[in-house]
């Protein structure tokens, strides 16, 4: 079944006989039932387009005849006919903006109230989520992130008067055609756009072009109890295992590795904290980056995916920013933070964020959170109170910058999470322009640090633009090798039987909470739909839904009352939920290294997890011989069938990447340059933790 069966599929869904349960319960808005929620609108801050603005506008949108949006001799090349700034804040559902019924995705357990209004609903409580009944395109489904909030086309519904699928009750809210006005749900306003005509950007999406709704719905706020914040759970049985993996630190002049929290000589209060969010020992990647960190180094980290990458960069910085005190928070109109954070999903940046408050507890450091899909006046109300560490996706990064609420002159620390994802072709020209903006600290006056579980070359290579030359390479284990703790299985299933052998699973694991990655947005509908109508408990996240949807989603995977989450990528990076025993590949995905990262959704932290993939041959075979190498890396078992496809589809000098380079970049890039002999490379298992040996520089 090829995509245009899928729409066929899903155009005319077959409804079984079943139809889930759910309450009519509520005409009330939002779980806290403020339904009027006052949220001030972002205007009232400044959308006026300030000297940046210009900048943003003369400096970037200029090159938008430079290429076809991707990378080559190491330059970022932009070529989207509407410019630069527009195509970067396109990324998350950058193909969706045209559309002419857009289609809003989301679905949600049946078990949640429900309403009617939809031009098609699939049956009750199916496409629960679904925007507009009209929503189906051909656009490309590819998920990128911290796009605006789409406003869709001119019959983009973001609301045809269907159901809220997180279930707070926002039903019976009837849009027009058109989605606009006369909406409100849960901390949610949307009105009117205001046509005012700016520069193109994510805030342009909320506050005017495009004639869009506003997005305003400003997120709840984390728990503020000391109980919520240091809330963890337990490491697993193979935590103890990390200290035999092989390290190699490269670089020149690396510092030593630490083995125990009290060799990092941190503050009393980040020990505190430490204690408290349960960490009495060290994993590989903090054992090594921390000192790195602490010496002042620049730093790319590669390690295999639930490994603890986010307390290996924040504990360093937060030591360093105590020392060197920083300034106390206090309401200034622009802030000046020492440190920003980036990655590329709203759910990973405010985990991040979730993070940087617990280790901070207690100090004077205000770690900041600001993504796309929530109010813009929001996110400025919240830089405004003080920020020390801002966390932020990349669209609205530049938009806060942009209005100046945000100056970059104290910035000492950089960090790029997932730091692959950020520097390809998707957010590679945001991150370029932000560390070329005006007042932004070169790269020999601030600390760039780059942390993920894959690095492909040509993203190696693109990242020494970022980080000074002597920066350090630390590789835990293969770069690019999936998490040993994480059983993979891999089937051949046709697609025509992929739903079957889905719902077969699914009834076999019962209640464990599993996650089922989808190519598409649409399909991740679909599939959920289908799930309910089988009695699977399911919801959706994508980057169709809006962000209160995904954020609902997300809180009742977690919280078990949705044991399955059917997502698309947008979900495949840094997630870090509790108790994930299961991701099934129900589509394998393009490339390898997004594989690695979708079935690091469990496994985590020690924890032993399982990963199904339904390979299809036909859509599937370039990946047969990526997947033998991660599978046999990872001393998992593989399918004779597997290998022969892999050997049919043989490509000579193949080391375990894809068309894109080679994933599997053992090594620092540095040393097919410049030779082993010139870098100082050291390999060893974490637990011997020996002092790199300096020989030859390498630069
Ligand atoms: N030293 C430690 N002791 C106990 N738990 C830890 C330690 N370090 C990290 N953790 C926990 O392990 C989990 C995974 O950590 P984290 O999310 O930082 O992994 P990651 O390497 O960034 O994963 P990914 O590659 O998927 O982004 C988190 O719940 C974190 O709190």
Same mark, same amino acid.
């Given at each position: ?25 509520? #005409? ?63 990324? @998350? &559902? ?64 973001? !609301? ?5 699928? *997180? ?59 000391? @109980? ?56 590989? =990647? ?25 307390? *290996? ?12 005190? +920083? ?64 966390? *932020? ?10 209005? @100046? ?5 104290? =910035? ?11 520097? &390809? ?60 703790? +994480? ?11 992929? !739903?079957?052998?889905?719902? @077969? ?10 996650? +089922? ?40 995977? !977690? ?11 947008? *979900? ?7 108790? +994930? ?38 859509? &599937? ?32 000098? #193949? ?39 300096? &020989?030859?520089?390498?630069?």
């Amino acid at each position: 079944m090829g995509d245009e069966d899928w729409d066929t599929e899903i155009l005319k869904p077959h409804i079984p006989s079943f139809v889930p349960v759910f309450d009519k319960d509520t #005409f009330s808005s939002g779980a806290n039932g403020d339904a009027f929620n006052r949220a001030t609108d972002s205007s009232e801050i400044s959308d006026a387009p300030t000297r940046r603005d210009q900048f943003m506008r003369s400096g970037f949108a200029s090159g938008r005849s430079l290429g076809n949006r991707g990378f080559s001799s190491n330059k970022f090349e932009e070529g989207d006919s509407s410019g630069f700034w527009r195509e970067s804040n396109d990324f @998350e &559902d950058n193909q969706t903006r045209s559309r002419g019924f857009a289609r809003r995705g989301g679905y949600q357990d049946g078990n949640d109230s429900e309403a009617s209004g939809s031009a098609r609903r699939g049956g009750r409580g199916s496409f629960r989520g679904c925007r507009g009944g009209f929503g189906l395109t051909h656009n490309s489904e590819s998920e990128r992130e911290d796009g605006p909030q789409r406003p869709g086309g001119f019959f983009s519904s973001r !609301r045809t008067g269907l159901v809220d699928p *997180a279930g707070n009750g926002d039903n019976f809210r009837g849009r027009s055609v058109g989605g606009r006005g006369g909406y409100k749900g849960f901390n949610e306003e949307v009105v009117a756009g205001s046509g005012r005509s700016t520069w193109k950007s994510e805030a342009e999406g909320e506050s005017g072009d495009f004639q869009g709704p506003k997005v305003t719905y400003i997120p709840p706020p984390p728990p503020e109890n000391e @109980e919520a914040i240091f809330a963890h759970y337990q490491t697993g049985i193979n935590f103890d295992k990390y200290d035999t993996i092989l390290v190699e630190v490269s670089g020149h002049d690396a510092p030593p590795a630490i083995l125990t929290f009290e060799e990092a000589d941190l503050c009393q209060t980040l020990n505190n904290n430490i204690t408290k969010a349960g960490y009495t020992k060290l994993t590989p =990647v903090q054992k090594y980056s921390i000192p790195i960190i602490l010496a002042g180094r620049d730093l790319m980290a590669c390690a295999q995916t639930g490994s603890g990458k986010t307390a *290996a960069f924040l504990l360093p910085i937060l030591a360093h920013m105590m020392r060197d005190g +920083v300034t106390a928070s206090r309401f200034k109109d622009q802030q000046e933070p020492e440190c920003i954070i980036v990655a590329p999903t709203r759910e990973l940046i405010n985990q991040i964020f979730l993070e940087a408050r617990k280790f901070s507890f207690g100090t004077c450091i205000r770690p900041v959170v600001i993504y796309g899909g929530t109010q813009l006046g929001h996110s400025i109300r919240q830089i405004m109170q003080g920020c020390n560490i801002l966390c *932020a996706t990349p669209g609205r990064l530049m938009d806060i910058i942009g209005k @100046e609420k945000i100056g970059l002159r104290q =910035v000492r620390y950089l960090v790029l999470d997932e730091a692959d994802r950020m520097l &390809d072709m998707g957010f590679g020209p945001e991150m370029k322009k932000l560390i070329s903006f005006p007042g932004m600290p070169p790269k020999d006056q601030r600390q760039t640090l780059m942390f993920s579980a894959t690095f492909p070359e040509e993203i190696q290579r693109l990242a020494g633009e970022f980080l000074k030359t002597d920066y350090l390479f630390v590789a835990v284990g293969q770069v690019g090798g999936a998490c040993s703790d +994480v059983q993979q299985t891999v089937l051949q299933v046709g697609q025509y039987s992929k !739903r079957e052998k889905l719902v @077969e699973i699914l009834r076999n694991i019962g209640e464990e909470r599993t996650m +089922v990655f989808v190519e598409t947005k649409k399909k991740a509908d679909f599939i959920a739909t289908f799930l309910c109508q089988e009695k699977i408990s399911t919801t959706s996240i994508h980057g169709d839904r809006e962000q209160r949807e995904r954020e609902q989603a997300l809180g009742d995977f !977690r919280c078990g009352k949705c044991p399955v989450l059917v997502a698309t990528s947008v *979900a495949a990076r840094g997630l870090d939920i509790e108790n +994930v025993q299961h991701v099934i590949n129900f589509d394998l995905p393009s490339t390898i290294d997004e594989y690695v990262h979708r079935i690091g959704r469990t496994g985590r932290c020690g924890n032993i997890g399982k990963a199904i993939s339904f390979f299809d041959p036909e859509p &599937d075979s370039h990946l047969a011989q990526p997947l033998v190498k991660v599978l046999s890396d990872a001393q998992q078992d593989v399918p004779a069938w597997l290998e022969e496809i892999a050997f049919s589809t043989y490509v000579p000098g #193949f080391s375990g990447g894809t068309s894109r380079g080679n994933v599997f970049a053992s090594v620092d890039t540095r040393k097919s340059y410049q030779g082993k002999s010139s870098m100082n490379i050291v390999g060893f298992s974490s637990a011997q933790a020996p002092n790199p040996v300096d &020989d030859e520089s390498w630069d």
